[in-house]
């Protein structure tokens, strides 16, 4: 059995950082749990274009501080990382991402979903926000697109 590793972001606040394999059963846990108790869930894929500076924290830390403890934020492809929003309205996501990016170091590209607005589980949400993150790196970055 692989062991899981779960990192506190340094300040203590803010969301865990988790590894892909826990982040895809905690979003298909967590869809289940909204269709039970109707509530929504989105999900958003991040890309950074450029490494953050040597002495700036990881891409993933920064984020972390920055979203609530409720929430779980997972490093994704080499360059990019996934979060987990509970109870996040996909209306929401231009709002928190503006939050979120403002002060990045480097330029950003993302793409959201939402259960269950946009999706109907767990591989969906992934896939959405990750087509839709992709497609916001060609148009050129520094821009959010949402599944529809």
């Known amino acids: 059995m692989s062991q899981r590793r779960e990192l506190k972001p340094p300040n203590g606040g803010g969301a ?4 892909r394999e826990l982040f895809r059963f905690l979003v298909d846990l967590e869809v289940r749990k909204a269709q039970r108790l109707r509530y929504c869930v989105s999900l958003v894929c991040l890309a950074a274009s450029l490494r953050p500076h040597p002495s700036e924290p990881p891409l993933v830390e920064i984020i972390a501080r920055h979203i609530r403890a409720t929430d779980a934020v997972a490093p994704w492809a080499s360059a990019s990382l996934v979060l987990l929003l509970v109870d996040a309205e996909v209306a929401s996501l231009p709002s928190i991402i503006r939050r979120l990016t403002k002060d990045l170091p480097t330029e950003w590209s993302a793409g959201g979903s939402g259960y269950p607005r946009t999706a ?3 591989e ?3 896939r959405q926000a990750t087509d839709m993150m992709l497609e916001a790196q060609k148009d050129g970055g520094a821009r959010l697109y949402l599944a529809r």
């Open 120 to 122: 109907t589980g767990a």
């Open 124 to 126: 969906d949400l992934l």
């Open 16 to 19: 865990s950082i988790i590894d």
